[in-house]
């Protein structure tokens, strides 16, 4: 009891009282340690800051790389970003990884992407890109490995979707694998996913590739089926050219014709898309009678086909050498409004003037000038360029007549094709006579290539001196200075009259006039010098002019080469080759063919074939010329189907 007592007495007695020194102390010994959280929290925002300072430069750098089409080395950063632990948000991430699919390097994005997984484990591709990247695989002939990407797809959540589908059957359908398409296919509805109708286009173009009519027709009723009930146009639209591009590609050219009768896809498709979508594939592939079928067909129903698809008919066949075909086209098209484009007017005109008819020609010319917004002098310009291959210089005139007296001005352009025409006529009396109307005023004034033309002209006709004198005194006269085009020209035309002197003489007062000589100049001098028998000089320009200039490609080799052989140096020629492949230049295979050829000539079986090996050691491979030289060593036509080392081989032994 006492001790109870006194123990709760002496507690009384040293009850503690409230020390506000202490308090104090505590206090001022706590602003320290908030100081110092704020100084963390402050260290740690301005880290965020400089992270993502970083991360938007580093960003902006990839953009800038992606946007210059730097793709390796955008695809090389982005990785070593990765590996140094920097790590962007998921919109960034898959935002960078769909603009470096435009490279259409495959394995090398798939790489980025597994780093992704590595460092960012929660990241996952949208299914944008996995479709992408599985269509890229399949393009380049790897189905498998996109099956691959398919499955990591699935394991990381992602439903795969028609389009996911429809790009695999597509690839094993490339590489031939029909078993594995129809695989793919038959899944694709156990999982639930209905093919649309590209699905089942694809998977047609796979089943003709393997000839399978019968089975494609099968198919076929489905993807008309398909057709009907789908609501996307463009898919629609996309499936049947795809059909069509398909049947075409392969030769099956009757199923076309077939689907084009019958329509089977009845409404479901726009008929003028279908109709015009026929005659382009079969224009691809070059078979435009069967596309003016189509537009046959067409007509009958009461369509028209677009104006580019009957541009397309007419210039394939303009260019095939059917101009009559495309002349009657062209007939008929304009019962229904169609005029033609002015590319492939061009196309026409000349095709019938080769055929020298050039009635139709003209008429052609009416039509278009009937077309409105065109410009009428150029198309003008167009047809005497035509009638320049027509040996007709009265038709010509009166070309530029009537393009007078339906009040359409002349320029320089088709003046300079007037004299272009009358030289390669051999009238240059005519063409004097439009030079001199020009001069007078009473025409566009002439241009540096009217004068090119008309000096070439008159060297053709051999008068040298008219030429010389256009070049001397009328062009400065006219405030004209010639360039290289036209020193070329007059360098030219005095080799061929055999007058190398005043040909090096022009040669000279080119230089001293500062104009630069190009690659054309000195194989012209070359040529010239070798046609005149002046080989050593052509051998002391080669050492002395253009090795030092630094200009020179292969047809000046090509001219020094000709003119070694011509003169039996066969030795100097081969000389000659090999100091240019020891100086780092890598002829063609045509200045190897010239020495290839003179061996024969000279009856060198042995060094013909070692320029052959030569050449293979230089990296090239003999061509079709190059074995009909070698034929004339042994008095036989072979056939060469390769140019492997087992052939060469075979022949270096006999």
Same mark, same amino acid.
């Given at each position: 009891?006492?001790?109870?007592?006194?123990?709760?007495?002496?507690?009384?007695?040293?009850?503690?009282?409230?020390?506000?020194?202490?308090? %104090?102390?505590?206090?001022?010994?706590?602003?320290?340690?908030?100081?110092?959280?704020?100084?963390?929290?402050?260290?740690?925002? +301005? +880290?965020?800051?400089?992270?993502?300072?970083?991360?938007?430069?580093?960003?902006?750098?990839?953009?800038?790389?992606?946007?210059?089409?730097?793709?390796?080395?955008?695809?090389?950063?982005?990785?070593?970003?990765?590996?140094?632990?920097?790590?962007?948000?998921?919109?960034?991430?898959?935002?960078?990884?769909?603009?470096?699919?435009?490279?259409?390097? #495959?394995?090398?994005?798939?790489?980025?992407? %597994?780093?992704?997984?590595?460092?960012?484990?929660?990241?996952?591709?949208?299914?944008?890109?996995?479709?992408? %990247?599985?269509?890229?695989?399949?393009?380049?002939?790897?189905?498998?490995?996109?099956?691959?990407?398919? !499955?990591?797809? /699935?394991?990381?959540?992602?439903?795969?979707?028609?389009?996911?589908?429809?790009?695999?059957?597509?690839?094993?359908?490339?590489?031939?694998?029909?078993?594995?398409a129809w695989k793919v296919f038959d899944e694709m509805r156990q999982r639930g996913v209905e093919p649309n109708s590209m699905t089942c286009s694809v998977l047609i173009r796979g089943v003709v590739r393997r000839r399978d009519v019968e089975g494609a027709r099968g198919l076929m009723g489905e993807l008309w089926e398909r057709m009907r009930v789908e609501r996307e146009a463009e898919v629609k639209t996309a499936a049947f050219s795809n059909l069509v591009d398909s049947l075409c590609g392969e030769g099956f050219f009757n199923e076309v014709f077939r689907i084009a009768e019958d329509l089977p896809f009845g409404s479901s498709l726009c008929e003028?898309?279908?109709?015009?979508?026929?005659?382009?594939?079969? &224009?691809?592939?070059?078979r435009y009678h069967g596309a003016s079928r189509i537009v046959y067909i067409m007509r009958k129903r009461g369509f028209a086909p677009s104006t580019v698809s009957y541009n397309y008919i007419i210039h394939g066949l303009s260019k095939d050498g059917d101009c009559m075909r495309a002349y009657q086209l062209l007939e008929e098209g304009v019962e229904f409004g169609f005029?033609?484009?002015?590319?492939?007017?061009?196309?026409?005109?000349?095709?019938?003037?080769?055929?020298?008819?050039?009635?139709?020609?003209?008429?052609? %010319?009416?039509?278009?000038?009937?077309?409105?917004?065109?410009?009428?002098?150029?198309?003008?310009?167009?047809?005497?360029?035509?009638?320049?291959?027509?040996?007709? #210089?009265? /038709?010509?005139?009166?070309?530029?007549?009537?393009?007078? /007296? @339906?009040?359409?001005?002349?320029?320089?352009?088709?003046?300079?094709?007037?004299?272009?025409?009358? &030289?390669?006529?051999?009238?240059?009396?005519?063409?004097?006579?439009?030079?001199?109307?020009?001069?007078? *005023?009473? !025409?566009?004034?002439?241009?540096?290539?009217?004068?090119?033309?008309?000096? @070439?002209?008159?060297?053709?006709?051999?008068?040298?001196?008219?030429?010389?004198?256009?070049?001397?005194?009328?062009?400065?006269?006219?405030?004209?200075?010639?360039?290289?085009?036209?020193?070329?020209?007059?360098?030219?035309?005095?080799?061929?009259?055999?007058?190398?002197?005043?040909?090096?003489?022009?040669?000279?007062?080119?230089?001293?006039?500062?104009?630069?000589?190009?690659?054309?100049?000195?194989?012209?001098?070359?040529?010239?010098?070798?046609? $005149?028998?002046?080989?050593?000089?052509?051998?002391?320009?080669?050492?002395?002019?253009?090795?030092?200039?630094?200009?020179?490609?292969?047809?000046?080799?090509?001219?020094?080469?000709?003119?070694? &052989?011509?003169?039996?140096?066969?030795?100097?020629? &081969?000389?000659?080759?090999?100091?240019?492949?020891? $100086?780092?230049?890598?002829?063609?295979?045509?200045?190897?063919?010239?020495?290839?050829?003179?061996?024969?000539?000279? *009856?060198?079986?042995?060094?013909?074939?070692?320029?052959?090996?030569?050449?293979?050691?230089?990296?090239?491979?003999?061509?079709?010329?190059?074995?009909?030289?070698?034929?004339?060593?042994?008095?036989?036509?072979?056939?060469?189907?390769?140019?492997?080392? #087992?052939?060469?081989?075979?022949?270096?032994?006999?």
């Amino acid at each position: 009891m006492q001790s109870l007592i006194f123990l709760t007495f002496t507690k009384t007695l040293h009850k503690p009282k409230p020390l506000i020194p202490t308090l %104090l102390l505590f206090q001022f010994s706590s602003l320290p340690h908030s100081t110092l959280n704020h100084q963390h929290d402050s260290q740690y925002q +301005q +880290q965020q800051q400089r992270q993502h300072h970083q991360h938007k430069n580093i960003v902006a750098i990839l953009h800038s790389l992606i946007d210059s089409r730097r793709y390796d080395e955008a695809h090389l950063r982005f990785s070593l970003f990765l590996s140094s632990g920097n790590l962007l948000d998921h919109r960034t991430s898959n935002l960078l990884i769909s603009r470096l699919l435009h490279s259409h390097t #495959p394995h090398s994005t798939w790489s980025l992407i %597994l780093l992704l997984f590595t460092f960012k484990q929660d990241y996952v591709p949208s299914l944008i890109i996995y479709n992408r %990247l599985i269509n890229q695989f399949c393009i380049f002939l790897q189905p498998r490995f996109a099956h691959r990407l398919f !499955f990591d797809m /699935e394991s990381r959540g992602h439903v795969a979707n028609v389009v996911t589908y429809t790009t695999l059957i597509n690839g094993y359908c490339a590489i031939g694998e029909i078993g594995d398409a129809w695989k793919v296919f038959d899944e694709m509805r156990q999982r639930g996913v209905e093919p649309n109708s590209m699905t089942c286009s694809v998977l047609i173009r796979g089943v003709v590739r393997r000839r399978d009519v019968e089975g494609a027709r099968g198919l076929m009723g489905e993807l008309w089926e398909r057709m009907r009930v789908e609501r996307e146009a463009e898919v629609k639209t996309a499936a049947f050219s795809n059909l069509v591009d398909s049947l075409c590609g392969e030769g099956f050219f009757n199923e076309v014709f077939r689907i084009a009768e019958d329509l089977p896809f009845g409404s479901s498709l726009c008929e003028e898309v279908a109709y015009n979508q026929m005659i382009d594939s079969l &224009c691809k592939v070059g078979r435009y009678h069967g596309a003016s079928r189509i537009v046959y067909i067409m007509r009958k129903r009461g369509f028209a086909p677009s104006t580019v698809s009957y541009n397309y008919i007419i210039h394939g066949l303009s260019k095939d050498g059917d101009c009559m075909r495309a002349y009657q086209l062209l007939e008929e098209g304009v019962e229904f409004g169609f005029l033609l484009s002015e590319h492939t007017y061009k196309v026409l005109v000349e095709a019938l003037c080769l055929v020298l008819d050039v009635d139709k020609a003209r008429e052609v %010319l009416k039509l278009m000038l009937c077309k409105e917004g065109v410009d009428k002098t150029r198309i003008y310009n167009i047809y005497l360029r035509a009638l320049c291959v027509v040996n007709n #210089p009265t /038709e010509l005139l009166n070309a530029l007549v009537f393009m007078f /007296e @339906s009040q359409c001005q002349a320029d320089v352009v088709t003046l300079n094709t007037v004299i272009n025409g009358f &030289c390669k006529m051999r009238r240059v009396a005519e063409a004097l006579k439009v030079l001199d109307d020009m001069l007078m *005023g009473k !025409f566009s004034a002439p241009d540096v290539v009217t004068f090119t033309t008309m000096i @070439s002209g008159l060297l053709g006709a051999a008068k040298v001196e008219e030429a010389l004198n256009l070049f001397h005194r009328v062009m400065p006269e006219n405030g004209l200075k010639p360039g290289v085009v036209t020193y070329n020209a007059l360098l030219r035309g005095l080799f061929k009259l055999k007058r190398p002197n005043d040909a090096l003489k022009v040669f000279n007062d080119m230089v001293g006039k500062g104009v630069n000589a190009d690659n054309t100049t000195y194989t012209i001098v070359v040529e010239g010098l070798c046609e $005149s028998e002046q080989i050593e000089e052509a051998k002391s320009f080669w050492h002395n002019v253009i090795w030092p200039s630094g200009i020179h490609d292969k047809f000046v080799y090509a001219a020094i080469l000709k003119g070694l &052989c011509r003169f039996g140096k066969f030795n100097e020629a &081969c000389h000659f080759l090999y100091e240019l492949v020891d $100086s780092g230049v890598s002829p063609n295979i045509f200045s190897y063919n010239i020495l290839i050829n003179c061996a024969c000539n000279l *009856g060198l079986k042995r060094e013909a074939y070692q320029i052959v090996r030569e050449m293979k050691k230089n990296g090239l491979n003999p061509d079709c010329v190059t074995w009909r030289i070698l034929d004339k060593l042994h008095g036989k036509v072979r056939k060469h189907t390769g140019s492997e080392d #087992p052939t060469l081989s075979t022949i270096y032994e006999g």
